[in-house]
């Protein structure tokens, strides 16, 4: 049976007390087996925890009162019936003999033997001394702990610092920062963003020239080497060569989608609330088309197809080497949205 001190602390407490003693309980356990569990801890460690005032209640309850051993009584002969003998030692021999004796009762010396067993009896010195536990104590704490009492402080620290870092991860609000970044980039609009991002940057690479501005200085104590820093053309947003690629790419990949998607809305549905029809939109803007579209008018514009007397062919073809892969790049951005917006349907 668990100790009563124990077993009427709640789950939190016994938490709180196993982090204390260094010993780790998991939220999920219960109640029970987290008492027996600290209970066990508690009594193999008592040697190092039995100085926490912490564990007072616990360790109080299990130790046995102090009993003050009764005096000795020393034999004496015949003669030495009226004296009375005091003897002090220190460590496991006498060091001082005194006997103390009446006035009104004649004196005898002590016999000789009877002094001898009194100075060489380790118990009634140590039932007669104080100090004598105190000597024993000092001479205990000076030698080496036992292994298991190492091996205990080090379990205690590594429990310790294992909580401190635990602390200061959580305070730090990197946890939270790592959901929110799950749960934003856990979505369709996501997904789509990020081709969108992709193909983007790719064609800024290809129509904005870099220029040089300056050169970063050598730093040689660390191995850094001088290098030129470059900084883009900005007066190439004045000139047709960027806004001729920008325009198609951006109609071809996102206005032409965009419009279609929102026409031909295959999530709108019509049901009836009160004799009155209502529809109910999921997306604003069908992702399943919007993908289809894009496809569609990629390979419409880009290889050549029907719209091919409308459109530039250079300026096409700076759209097509500005992306990996070129046209296949384009339509691989449409096939992987495609698919999330097919399982998004799934799940639902």
């Known amino acids: 049976m668990p100790p009563s001190w124990l077993a009427k602390q709640k789950k939190a407490e016994l938490i709180q007390l196993g982090s204390e003693a260094g010993l780790r309980l998991d939220d999920g356990m219960r109640r029970d087996d987290m008492v027996e569990q600290l209970d066990k801890y508690l009594q193999t460690n008592s040697t190092r925890l039995g100085h926490i005032q912490t564990f007072d209640s616990y360790y109080g309850t299990r130790r046995t009162p102090f009993k003050p051993r009764g005096e000795s009584i020393v034999p004496v002969t015949s003669d030495d019936a009226g004296a009375r003998s005091v003897v002090r030692a220190r460590g496991m021999r006498a060091s ?28 009634i010195a140590a039932s007669r001394t104080p100090a004598t536990s105190n000597i024993i104590q000092r001479r205990r704490s000076s030698l080496p702990p036992s292994p298991s009492l190492v091996a205990n402080e080090i379990e205690h620290v590594e429990a310790r610092a294992y909580a401190g870092l635990n ?34 940057l790719f064609l800024q690479r290809q129509i904005v020239p870099w220029l040089y501005a300056f050169d970063f200085p050598a730093f040689l104590p660390l191995g850094i080497s001088s290098r030129a820093i470059s900084v883009p053309d900005v007066f190439v947003l004045l000139t047709p060569a960027f806004w001729k690629p920008t325009l198609l790419w951006s109609s071809t990949s996102i206005f032409v989608p965009l419009l279609v998607s929102y026409f031909f809305n295959l999530t709108v549905h019509t049901v009836r609330r009160h004799g009155a029809r209502v529809q109910v939109v999921h997306n604003e803007y069908d992702p ?48 992987v949205g495609g698919i999330t917006s097919i399982w998004q349907a799934v799940q639902r």
């Open 167 to 200: 602390d200061l991860y959580s305070l730090s609000g990197i946890p939270e920062t790592i959901d929110w970044n799950r749960e934003a980039c856990s979505s369709l609009a996501a997904v789509h963003l990020l081709i969108t991002l992709q193909e983007s």
């Open 288 to 335: 399943m088309t919007f993908n289809i579209a894009k496809l569609l008018v990629s390979l419409a514009v880009y290889s050549g197809g029907a719209l091919q007397g409308y459109v530039g062919q250079d300026t096409a073809a700076t759209v097509l080497e500005s992306q990996y892969g070129g046209l296949s790049g384009l339509l691989m951005g449409a096939y």
């Open 96 to 123: 001082q003999v005194k006997s103390e004796y009446d006035d009104d009762l004649p004196t005898a010396p002590t016999s000789r033997s009877n002094a001898v067993a009194m100075a060489t009896s380790p118990t």
